[in-house]
């Protein structure tokens, strides 16, 4: 799980690989969840609450700029 700070200190071109990642992340553990292996299920809501974040981050510095 990510820190606000840390990632509000991140480029936009590092957040939008960062969106990648979790955006593939996400699938990964929908597809574990559907075929019954995934392990912990909190990792969902944790990865879904990270997109949250970088996506806020990132908007706010495509407003900023």
Do not use: F, H, W, Y
Request: proline letters at 2%.
């Amino acid at each position: 799980m990510a820190k606000a700070k840390d990632i509000n200190e991140l480029t936009p071109d590092e957040l939008s690989v960062r969106l990648r990642d979790l955006k593939q992340e996400a699938l990964n553990l929908r597809l574990q969840k559907a075929t019954g292996q995934l392990e912990n299920s909190a990792r969902i809501r944790l990865v879904r609450r990270d997109t949250a974040r970088v996506l806020t981050a990132l908007n706010a510095k495509k407003t900023l700029a």
